[in-house]
T-cell receptor, first 109, second 113 residues
Framework: AQRVTQPEKLLSVFKGAPVELKCNYS??????LFWYVQYSRQRLQLLLR??SRESIKGFTADLNKGETSFHLKKPFAQEEDSAMYYC???????????FGTGTRLKVLA | ETGVTQSPTHLIKTRGQQVTLRCSSQ?????VSWYQQALGQGPQFIFQYYREEENGRGNFPPRFSGLQFPNYSSELNVNALELDDSALYLCASSPDRGGYGYTFGSGTRLTVV
């Protein structure tokens, strides 16, 4: 079955510390993976997608097919990064969009 | 360029009733998907419409149905409402069946009593 797992419900880090939000997926086909972010009282919005290999707001994510992971990383956390982060998988052909349960990131001053 | 708009923002229904939620997609987007988000959970994919046809469906019963119109706006219909249907319902649109990611609306909060 297709699944996205985000093992941490809450991740607290100090400002300036590195951040890694974990995402693992289960899918037998060729995955398309995304990270979405939801800031307080705002809509869910796309942060980045693996296929574009971009760095957005200092965040990067690399697809590791061997480990079936797509972890989100940032070398130096900022207070404005505090938000809810969701990893999502798009299945090819069947077009199912599967979200993880999310990780709340708190960046402490 | 307008974003994704959903109506109504809040709704209270009685168990057994039917409800219709509406969504206007972002200009230029031909794909709409719907999600159910319970408190403390990630969005659960209900289905996706591409150019007026359903082309992807999650694990939801047939009483969850939808439509997409020629202008790419969409409706989500839920029949025979159950208490567990109480949730935030999100609509999202994409220019390409989701490959570029989705633009989300702010949701409709449905409460079933």
């Amino acid at each position: 079955a297709q699944r996205v797992t985000q093992p941490e419900k809450l991740l607290s880090v100090f400002k300036g510390a590195p951040v890694e939000l974990k995402c693992n997926y289960s899918y037998s086909g060729s995955p398309e993976l995304f990270w979405y972010v939801q800031y307080s009282r705002q809509r869910l919005q796309l942060l980045l997608r693996h296929i574009s290999r971009e760095s957005i707001k200092g965040f990067t994510a690399d697809l590791n097919k061997g480990e079936t992971s797509f972890h989100l990383k940032k070398p130096f956390a900022q207070e404005e990064d505090s938000a809810m982060y969701y990893c999502a998988l798009l299945t090819s052909g069947t077009y199912k969009y599967i979200f993880g349960t999310g990780t709340r990131l708190k960046v402490l001053a | 360029e307008t974003g994704v708009t959903q109506s109504p923002t809040h709704l209270i229904k009685t168990r057994g009733q039917q409800v219709t939620l509406r969504c206007s997609s972002q200009s230029g987007h031909n794909t709409v998907s719907w999600y159910q988000q319970a408190l403390g959970q990630g969005p659960q994919f209900i289905f996706q419409y591409y150019r007026e046809e359903e082309n992807g469906r999650g694990n939801f019963p047939p009483r969850f149905s939808g439509l997409q119109f020629p202008n790419y706006s969409s409706e989500l219909n839920v029949n025979a409402l159950e208490l567990d249907d109480s949730a935030l319902y999100l609509c999202a649109s994409s220019p390409d069946r989701g490959g570029y990611g989705y633009t989300f609306g702010s949701g409709t909060r449905l409460t079933v009593v």
